[in-house]
């Protein structure tokens, strides 16, 4: 007998292309009952990138959009003098692809194994149209960047290093709660150092100095290379706001 999963309030049963996605219900396709999920996955295809892969180069033709179901992704842009800007990063269940013009104003990179659900603009914006609820959820997600646009322009522009450090890990933090069922105290750090350093305006070496100073105050702990543990939240937070 078939064991059925939960989706948008709807069972998926183990026969559905979607039902092994561990992303289905924070993906833009959440909102979307089963028999219109096994439609919009029909428009699309999977593909994999292995670490270090690009996905597209600035200035590429803008032609699919993506789902992340699998790993992380790094967005950058290149200035004029050679200097590398991370703008952000894409993690399981993120959305990424649609631009109001027709090329690609940043590359995508794979920071690991990446696993990816991609559509077709042209189609997936026939689909959009026909769905409202999808077309709500595109909406949220562009309020939500906006949002972390501007917060990202405070931490560059106003936040000393530690502050800057502090808020991004709080960030992923955040993030990982999200994803978790019962809340966590731990995050991953799929990304180096020096891409650490390049989203928030920082060399390298600050960021080794600043996480010992994180260290010491006995805000955080290195389980691994790439992975933190945040001992205290509150203190964390203080600190990203410039009271700690």
Not at 88 to 93: A, R, S, T
Not at 233 to 239: E, I, N, P, Q, S
């Amino acid at each position: 007998m078939l064991s059925p999963a939960r989706h948008n309030g709807a069972e998926l049963h183990a026969d559905h292309p979607c039902a092994g996605c561990a992303v289905r219900d924070r993906a833009v396709c959440a909102v979307l009952d089963c028999d219109g999920l096994a439609t919009f996955r029909r428009l699309g295809r999977t593909s994999k990138l292995g670490q270090g892969q690009t996905l597209f180069h600035e200035g590429d033709p803008a032609t699919r959009v993506f789902t992340v179901t699998r790993g992380t992704l790094k967005l950058y842009t290149l200035l004029p003098d050679g200097r590398r800007q991370i703008t952000g990063f894409m993690f399981p269940g993120d959305f990424l692809g649609i631009s109001l013009d027709e090329e690609h104003a940043v590359s995508a990179e794979a920071l690991d194994e990446v696993q990816l659900c991609s559509f077709p603009r042209s189609r997936f914006g026939a689909f959009v149209e026909e769905h409202p609820a999808m077309e709500r959820q595109l909406y949220c997600l562009a309020a939500n960047e906006l949002s972390a646009a501007r917060q990202q322009m405070v931490l560059l522009g106003r936040k000393t290093a530690l502050e800057r450090l502090a808020s991004f890990f709080l960030q992923l933090l955040d993030r990982a709660d999200r994803i978790s069922e019962g809340g966590t105290s731990s995050f991953d750090l799929p990304m180096s150092r020096t891409d650490i350093a390049d989203y928030l305006g920082l060399t390298k070496e600050t960021v080794s100095r600043v996480l010992g100073q994180l260290r010491d105050l006995r805000l955080v702990r290195l389980i691994a290379r790439d992975r933190i543990k945040l001992l205290d939240r509150a203190g964390l937070g203080l600190v990203a706001e410039g009271l700690g």
